[in-house]
């Protein structure tokens, strides 16, 4: 069965600050992974994906992600933070063929100005 | 193109009523899945159709249940509702290389 595993519950920093979120995924097969952001009060937009290729990632907002085969992993990071990035990050797998994602619990992030 | 549309955005409904609530995917998907948003379990995913058939359930009860038309919109419902169903009902449009989420429908039961 997949599964996705976010380290942090709730993340909280100062702007200009690094950003690392942790995701750790378990599939047995070809995998396409994804990061989502709920911005307060909105629906989930997607930030990034990989699919194939390249493992580092680039997406919307100054945010990418690395894809460790080996680790299992497809953490997300920004340089630096700003107040507006405030909002609730998810990781999601999904199996190369399948239509169904599963999604980690989130991890809110709070960025204080 | 026009996005992913959910209707309506927002319900009240009474336990043991029943709801029905639809999606309409992007122009050209012709897969469409639902997941349950709540603060507890975060998000779950109910079930997945691909042109009128469904290919994938989670774990929810019977209560639970969709379809989908020809046009590839999907409608889910849920019958006899509990204090429990109140959430985020979010549906996702699926192309070949990309899924998107609708704005979702909040439901709540009284």
């Known amino acids: 069965a997949q599964s996705v595993s976010q380290h942090n519950h709730h993340v909280i920093l100062s702007e200009a600050a690094s950003l690392e979120l942790g995701c750790n995924y378990s599939?047995?097969?070809?995998?396409?992974l994804f990061w989502y952001v709920q911005y307060p009060g909105q629906h989930l937009q997607l930030l990034l994906k990989?699919?194939?290729?390249?493992?580092l990632v680039k997406g919307i907002k100054g945010f990418e992600a690395e894809f460790i085969k080996s680790k299992f992993s497809f953490n997300l990071r920004k340089p630096s933070v700003q107040w507006s990035d405030t909002a609730e990050y998810f990781c999601?797998?999904?199996?190369?063929?399948?239509?169904?994602?599963?999604f980690g619990d989130g991890t809110t992030l709070t960025v204080k100005p | 193109k026009a996005g992913v549309t959910q209707t309506p955005r927002y319900l009240i409904k009474t336990r043991g009523q029943q709801v029905t609530l639809s999606c309409s995917p992007i122009?050209?998907?012709?897969?469409v899945s639902w997941y349950q948003q709540t603060p507890g379990q975060g998000l779950q995913f109910l079930f997945e159709?691909?042109?009128?058939?469904?290919?994938n359930k989670g774990n929810f009860p019977g209560r639970f249940s969709g379809r989908q038309f020809s046009n590839s919109r999907s409608e889910m419902n849920v019958s006899t509702l509990e204090l429990g169903d109140s959430a985020l009902y979010l549906c996702?449009?699926?192309?070949?290389?990309?899924?998107?989420f609708g704005p979702g429908t909040r439901l709540t039961v009284t």
């Open positions: 999601a797998v999904k199996g190369t063929n399948a239509g169904k994602s599963t």
């Open positions: 599939y047995g097969g070809t995998v396409n």
């Open positions: 990989y699919f194939s290729g390249d493992p």
């Open positions: 122009s050209g998907h012709r897969s």
């Open positions: 159709y691909f042109s009128e058939t469904q290919r």
């Open positions: 996702v449009s699926r192309g070949s290389y990309e899924q998107y």
